[in-house]
């Protein structure tokens, strides 16, 4: 019974920051490796940034110099934090395994990135 439910979307202005939460429960969460994905209106989902089951990270161009991922295993969570947003950074985000399961897309947490 996996299952990501993720949190800590909103609205903010262009230049500013919001954390992402996703909580994992279902598995032994600190054994795999995890991604945040996110999919804009009218594109494919992409992967934004990952971390190792030993917290080595990595992230996509888009967003390398601006957000940040990290996990805490005692709380069975991912993070990512993000700052100098931009509006090409309106998306639904989503966590998920690296690489991600179909059956456990959840339903991800809207960030709008506006003025």
């Known amino acids: 019974q996996v299952q990501f439910v993720e949190s800590g979307g909103g609205l903010v202005q262009p230049g500013g920051s919001l954390r992402l939460s996703c909580a994992a429960s279902?598995?032994?969460?600190?054994?795999?490796?995890m991604g945040w994905y996110r999919q804009a209106p009218g594109k494919q989902r992409e992967l934004v940034a990952t971390?190792?089951?030993?917290?080595?990270?990595n992230y996509a161009d888009p967003v390398k110099g601006r957000f940040a991922i990290s996990r805490d295993n005692t709380k069975n969570t991912v993070y990512l934090q993000m700052n100098s947003l931009k509006p090409e950074d309106t998306a639904v985000y989503y966590c998920?395994?690296?690489?991600?399961?179909?059956?456990?897309w959840g339903q991800g947490t809207q960030v709008t990135v506006s003025s």
């Open positions: 971390i190792t089951s030993g917290e080595i990270t």
């Open positions: 279902g598995m032994i969460f600190s054994s795999y490796a």
């Open positions: 998920n395994f690296l690489p991600p399961k179909e059956k456990y």
